[in-house]
């Protein structure tokens, strides 16, 4: 397969609550799953939801390994609780808040290329889902695999980080990587007053 393009905010189809996924075990689910995790790694990013390549199916997959963490000291890995885990795949997802505790940080999506802004997610949460060949998958976890399950089970519900960021810290990524690569959430917060 030739390049595939990564779907940007203002298509409805990141607007629209995806459909589930009836039939397990087929080609085409087997060629759609490898063709996310294809583009994530690709991209690079650490998860992917349908919708972002015109596919309305409640379908997600998420990865993370060192070479995306790479501009993150080991302090700032650390509270993110940031840690390596290969490429999973959850089909129609349900996610459980477990917990009241939040985290806040900067957060960007493939869909909303070259922006960031700081989210404020649940540290853990349950999910729920279906494996390619329909067998049942569960996770339990904190931290940044959390966040990024919030972010794709938002996608095949049709929201966007931007729906829930403390929209006064809204940055070009340039401002990120420059200058707030060494800041705290809370020193950006008092910076752009969120
Ligand atoms: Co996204």
Not at 143 to 158: K, M, S, T, Y
């Amino acid at each position: 397969m030739g390049p595939t393009n990564i779907v940007q905010a203002g298509d409805p189809v990141l607007r629209t609550a995806a459909n589930p996924v009836t039939e397990f075990g087929t080609p085409e689910l087997r060629e759609l799953v490898s063709t996310m995790i294809r583009v994530m790694q690709e991209a690079p990013g650490v998860g992917l939801a349908a919708p972002q390549i015109g596919v309305p199916l409640r379908v997600i997959v998420l990865e993370d390994e060192e070479g995306r963490m790479a501009r993150l000291s080991k302090k700032q890995r650390d509270a993110r609780e940031r840690v390596p885990f290969g490429a999973i795949a959850f089909i129609n997802p349900t996610l459980e808040l477990l917990g009241d505790e939040q985290m806040t940080f900067f957060e960007g999506c493939l869909s909303v290329a070259g922006w960031a802004a700081l989210v404020p997610r649940a540290r853990t949460v349950r999910v729920t889902g279906f494996d390619v060949e329909g067998r049942e998958v569960e996770w339990e976890v904190s931290g940044w695999p959390a966040r990024i399950l919030q972010h794709e089970v938002d996608h095949i519900n049709g929201t966007l980080y931007i729906d829930k960021m403390l929209s006064r810290t809204f940055c070009a990524a340039s401002e990120l990587t420059g200058r707030w690569a060494d800041s705290t959430p809370d020193e950006v917060r008092k910076a752009l007053g969120a």
